[in-house]
T-cell receptor, first 116, second 111 residues
Framework: NAGVMQNPRHLVRRRGQEARLRCSPM?????VYWYRQLPEEGLKFMVY????????ESGMPKERFSAEFPKEGPSILRIQQVVRGDSAAYFC??????????????FGQGTRLTVV | TQLLEQSPQFLSIQEGENLTVYCNSS?????LQWYRQEPGEGPVLLVT?????EVKKLKRLTFQFGDARKDSSLHITAAQPGDTGLYLC???????????FGTGTRLQVTL
């Protein structure tokens, strides 16, 4: 059973370009979470999705950022018109159900976005 | 906004020493998790504590959840170079199915 798969592992974009980050959850997991991590910092929650639905996007910047988790295929985090401040590691996690004492989230290896 | 403050932020010790990392908040959490993250990798779950006052042991690691479920500590006995990494606490509230991560503690254990 493969873990959470994120690709690409590394992504370089010029300012103004679009970045598309993909996350395939673990088999059987229908809940996906995106987090952003700046160097030497903890992870900051961005968005929580269930299949075809955004449950909580309270951590998403209001502009340029969007996320989806379609019925088929991976979850996508899309950043339009990237700026240098978007440079960070973006982590995806998945869980089989709502997080709780008996339900754990599993993290992918992350996508490191560098904006030049 | 729920905040989890970890201390110390950085810790460099020699093999064989003991250490304690603290995770504090003014918010109450239904459960609290500790993760270790190595460079270039995602966080890996070490333990989940649920009950106030709970103590869990994982080999040389001892985790404690505060009585009021607002704070936690991680104690490592006889640290080894393999313990090197970024340690993150993360709290879960009953109303929000998302983890709030702490600020992190970077541990380096040298020979």
């Amino acid at each position: 059973n493969a873990g959470v798969m994120q690709n690409p592992r590394h992504l370089v974009r010029r300012r103004g370009q679009e970045a598309r980050l993909r996350c395939s959850p673990m088999k059987g997991h229908s809940h996906v979470y995106w987090y952003r991590q700046l160097p030497e910092e903890g992870l900051k929650f961005m968005v929580y999705l269930q299949k075809e639905n955004i449950i909580d996007e309270s951590g998403m910047p209001k502009e340029r950022f969007s996320a989806e988790f379609p019925k088929e295929g991976p979850s996508i985090l899309r950043i339009q018109q990237v700026v240098r401040g978007d440079s960070a590691a973006y982590f995806c996690a998945s869980s089989p159900g709502q997080l709780g004492m008996n339900t754990e989230a599993f993290f992918g290896q992350g996508t490191r976005l560098t904006v030049v | 906004t729920q905040l989890l403050e970890q201390s110390p932020q950085f810790l460099s010790i020699q093999e064989g020493e003991n250490l304690t990392v603290y995770c504090n908040s003014s918010s109450v959490f239904s459960s609290l998790q500790w993760y270790r993250q190595e460079p270039g990798e995602g966080p890996v779950l070490l333990v989940t504590v649920v009950t106030g006052g709970e103590v869990k042991k994982l080999k040389r690691l001892t985790f404690q959840f505060g009585d009021a479920r607002k704070d936690s500590s991680l104690h490592i006995t006889a640290a080894q170079p393999g313990d090197t990494g970024l340690y993150l606490c993360a709290g879960l509230t009953g109303t929000a199915s998302k983890l709030t991560f702490g600020t992190g503690t970077r541990l380096q254990v040298t020979l």
